[in-house]
């Protein structure tokens, strides 16, 4: 039997932990959470299980233990993961200041109980305010990866 050596780490996890890190260090430049509020207090996880019968590429939630984590589809490509990532750190900078908290079948946004909207419904944007600013955000976010990761146009595949 072969045992994987432990200093050496999943390149696709390194990757999304990188490009979460860089969202986050975005905000807390951005001033949309503080520093302290978001180090070393996540983490990443590629989870098929999670995801797909709701059919998201990613979200961010709490775990068991309460712990911030983004939960990612491991078949996304480089630029897949940047764009979930751009949206999902926005919504785990959330999390980590306060504001949101998701909880099955409804979420709690600064202490206002919300009931959540299927995707396809036309007011999920407008009705979930953490969504509102997550989808503002997030293009700003994922020109901060495009500009900080380029890409070789081969890698995005």
């Known amino acids: 039997m072969k045992l994987k050596d432990p200093t050496l780490n999943d390149p696709k996890?390194?990757?999304a932990e990188l490009f979460v890190g860089l969202c986050l260090q975005k905000l807390v430049e951005m001033e949309k959470v503080e520093r302290q509020q978001v180090n070393g207090k996540w983490y990443v996880e590629?989870?098929?299980a999670k995801l797909q019968r709701k059919g998201f590429g990613g979200a961010a939630s709490l775990d068991c233990n309460n712990r911030p984590v983004i939960y990612l589809l491991p078949q996304l490509n480089v630029d897949g993961l940047m764009f979930v990532?751009?949206?999902e750190a926005v919504h785990l900078a959330q999390i980590c200041r306060g504001d949101f908290v998701p909880l099955f079948g409804f979420s709690i946004w600064k202490?206002?109980?919300y009931v959540l909207l299927s995707v396809d419904d036309p007011k999920y944007t407008e009705a979930q305010p953490w969504e509102a600013?997550?989808?503002d955000l997030s293009p700003v976010l994922l020109e901060h990866l495009k500009?900080?990761?380029?890409l070789d146009p081969e890698d995005a595949t």
């Open 46 to 48: 590629f989870n098929a």
């Open 147 to 150: 500009l900080k990761c380029v």
């Open 85 to 87: 990532i751009a949206h």
């Open 111 to 113: 202490a206002q109980e």
């Open 133 to 135: 600013e997550a989808d």
């Open 13 to 15: 996890q390194e990757v």
